[in-house]
């Protein structure tokens, strides 16, 4: 439940969790219990038999339509994102269960009404069936299990889109301030785009501008790049930052042969 009930739309994915869990519970709860009393001849066994034949639809209705549900949320509409871990595990869990909604239509429309008649040997089809029954919800949920470690491609989707986005940190002394905006904000080639503005936000020349990135804690020397003016802002093309963490970050703003400014601050990378 954990990928499906925290994705979007919630007023739509938690329900349709709901649904597939309690129907899941009905169906596979009642098959042993009913295996163990389908043993012996017994009122309590016709009955119990008779019911299950009754409400198991109301059951499997829900579980059907919140599972087609789910599988959209997660795989999106049909494409090339289908075919992943996700998708294979998918494919064969739905192999699975059309073989066990075979099986249990089979149950239903031609082993459950000898035995409800006292047929001995229906009965004992019927007992073998649900013993099939069981081992394959066993096998569907070994399936689902690997999803625990199978992030679907919505979550994978987000992931990068999250990655993708710009880092952004400002760093300021009693007279200028410098925004370094890092476009993506996760580890490998980047671009840093870098604004200098006085106390008020108000734009401010400047005759160079230098960045410096280090991370000492994880044993990288200073990175020094000189960033080039364009378009009223000052831009450092062609950085790599090799690796994700928390990243010491300096801007030296120089505005005039005589006055320099050294701003510090720290910046957090992304994987």
Not at 45 to 50: K, P, R
Not at 210 to 231: C, F, V
């Amino acid at each position: 439940s954990g990928h499906a009930s925290a994705a979007a739309p919630q007023w739509l994915t938690r329900p349709a969790v709901f649904l597939h869990l309690a129907g899941i519970l009905f169906w596979v709860g009642a098959l042993l219990p009913l295996g163990q009393l389908l043993r012996e001849r017994s009122a309590v066994a016709d009955h119990a038999l008779a019911a299950f034949s009754r409400w198991i639809p109301f059951a499997i209705v829900p579980l059907v339509l919140s599972g087609a549900i789910l599988s959209v949320v997660q795989l999106g509409w049909p494409g090339p994102h289908w075919v992943s871990p996700y998708g294979f595990i998918l494919a064969a869990k739905l192999g699975l269960l059309v073989a066990l909604f075979a099986l249990a239509l089979a149950n239903r429309r031609w082993l459950t009404a000898p035995a409800l008649a006292g047929n001995t040997a229906g009965r004992a089809r019927l007992r073998r069936s649900i013993g099939a029954e069981m081992v394959l919800v066993l096998l569907v949920l070994g399936l689902v299990a690997g999803w625990r470690f199978t992030p679907p491609p919505r979550a994978l989707a987000a992931a990068a889109a999250a990655a993708a986005e710009p880092r952004s940190v400002h760093l300021m002394d009693a007279e200028i301030m410098a925004t370094v905006t890092v476009t993506p904000g996760r580890a490998g080639p980047v671009t840093a785009g870098i604004e200098i503005t006085d106390s008020d936000g108000v734009p401010r020349d400047a005759q160079s501008v230098t960045l410096i990135l280090a991370a000492p804690d994880l044993g990288i020397e200073p990175l020094r790049r000189e960033a080039m003016a364009r378009n009223g802002e000052f831009h450092v093309e062609g950085l790599t930052i090799p690796i994700p963490g928390r990243w010491q970050i300096e801007v030296d703003v120089r505005l005039s042969r005589f006055e320099l400014h050294r701003l510090a601050s720290e910046i957090a990378i992304r994987q």
